[in-house]
């Protein structure tokens, strides 16, 4: 059964930094498919916070994540990765990687407006707490 398997979860102190891994499993999403890192905090919605493009690369960031996250992915190793530093209280949240085909949705509209419908992955829980 397809899967998506999120890792990399921990508490860490203000303005640490973790590494979140997504490899997906019984399902290759190394060509035509656009992955995106979601996090949902207890009592608000769901957002996008960054989302990496099927072939070219092309990204999209949230604004609250820019200049401190940085999304990647290793078609070899089928896993996205997602780089967090100057992690602030926020962020705070469960992560969870999504993927969506390419013909489906564009890379901002997956991150933004039109989350992947198919392709979730459990989440892994960040805490930044002092």
């Known amino acids: 059964q397809a899967q998506l398997v999120e890792s990399g979860g921990d508490l860490v102190q203000p303005g640490g930094s973790l590494n979140l891994s997504c490899v997906a499993l019984?399902?290759?999403?190394?060509?035509?498919?656009?992955v995106g890192w979601f996090r949902q905090a207890p009592g608000k919605e769901r957002e996008g916070v960054s989302c990496?493009?099927?072939?070219?690369?092309?990204?999209y960031y949230a604004e609250s994540v820019k200049g401190r996250f940085t999304i990647s992915r290793d078609h070899a190793k089928n896993t996205v990765y997602l780089q967090m530093k100057g992690l602030k209280p926020e962020d705070t949240a469960v992560y969870y990687c999504?993927?969506?085909?390419?013909?489906?949705?564009?890379?901002?509209?997956?991150?933004?407006?039109?989350?992947?419908?198919?392709?979730w992955g459990q989440g892994t829980q960040v805490t930044v707490s002092s």
């Open positions: 999504a993927a969506e085909h390419e013909d489906i949705v564009t890379v901002q509209n997956m991150c933004t407006v039109d989350p992947p419908q198919h392709y």
């Open positions: 019984e399902f290759s999403f190394h060509h035509f498919y656009h």
């Open positions: 990496i493009g099927s072939t070219d690369g092309s990204t």
